[in-house]
T-cell receptor
Framework: ETGVTQTPRHLVMGMTNKKSLKCEQHLGHNAMYWYKQSAKKPLELMFVYNFKEQTENNSVPSRFSPECPNSSHLFLHLHTLQPEDSALYLC????????????FGPGTRLTVL | GDSVTQMEGPVTLSEEAFLTINCTYTATGYPSLFWYVQYPGEGLQLLLKATKADDKGSNKGFEATYRKETTSFHLEKGSVQVSDSAVYFCALSDSKNSGGSNYKLTFGKGTLLTVNP
């Protein structure tokens, strides 16, 4: 595998389910990001991790819980979501937080019923 | 705060047509400007960037010039191909200092481009 991978690519869940999104980067980067991409809206930065430490939570509801066990892996745990949370969730990584290029994964298309 | 406004799509062109996608921005510091492209079923890829006024970013036949006087970063290509069909995002990262950098990207809403053979 190369670049940034995300699993699953598609996920359908009910509002009472618990699920997790996984992101893995094979680039040796130290910073990782979660973004939300909704139709007809700009990408929204959700969380930022640098060297496994969370450096930003962009006022994201607590039903989204990130986890970064090491610099290569990033998870987004989902619990009691709402239909308006349906979106494409993109993971990205960069060498550091110094403004270097961010490399994006293909995203997980989430549908909340 | 910072913001990016890009022309709403969709944009539909015939192969070999000229492409312009307009992008304007507001920023409080010293922004770097970017164009990202998202092909169907894929994540965003950096297409080109410019870090200071009058810089021209270019890649794969696409160009954009950082115009501080008009706060614009319009994307152009002289002859589009079917393979250019994708969503294009204009973005900026702002820095408090000239020559500085910031990982936070502010994106436009995206413009869907469809190129027909």
């Amino acid at each position: 595998e190369t670049g940034v991978t995300q699993t699953p690519r598609h996920l359908v869940m009910g509002m009472t389910n618990k699920k997790s999104l996984k992101c893995e980067q094979h680039l040796g980067h130290n910073a990782m990001y979660w973004y939300k991409q909704s139709a007809k809206k700009p990408l929204e930065l959700m969380f930022v991790y640098n060297f496994k430490e969370q450096t930003e939570n962009n006022s994201v509801p607590s039903r989204f819980s990130p986890e970064c066990p090491n610099s290569s892996h990033l998870f987004l745990h989902l619990h009691t979501l709402q239909p308006e949370d349906s979106a494409l969730y993109l993971c990205a990584s960069s060498q550091d937080l110094g403004g270097n290029e961010q490399f994006f994964g293909p995203g997980t298309r989430l549908t909340v019923l | 705060g910072d913001s990016v406004t890009q022309m709403e799509g969709p944009v539909t062109l015939s192969e070999e047509a000229f492409l312009t996608i307009n992008c304007t921005y507001t920023a409080t510091g010293y922004p770097s400007l970017f164009w990202y492209v998202q092909y169907p079923g894929e994540g965003l890829q950096l297409l080109l960037k410019a870090t200071k006024a009058d810089d021209k970013g270019s890649n794969k036949g696409f160009e954009a010039t950082y115009r501080k006087e008009t706060t614009s970063f319009h994307l152009e290509k002289g002859s589009v191909q079917v393979s250019d069909s994708a969503v294009y995002f204009c973005a900026l990262s702002d820095s408090k200092n000239s020559g500085g950098s910031n990982y936070k990207l502010t994106f436009g809403k995206g413009t869907l481009l469809t190129v027909n053979p």
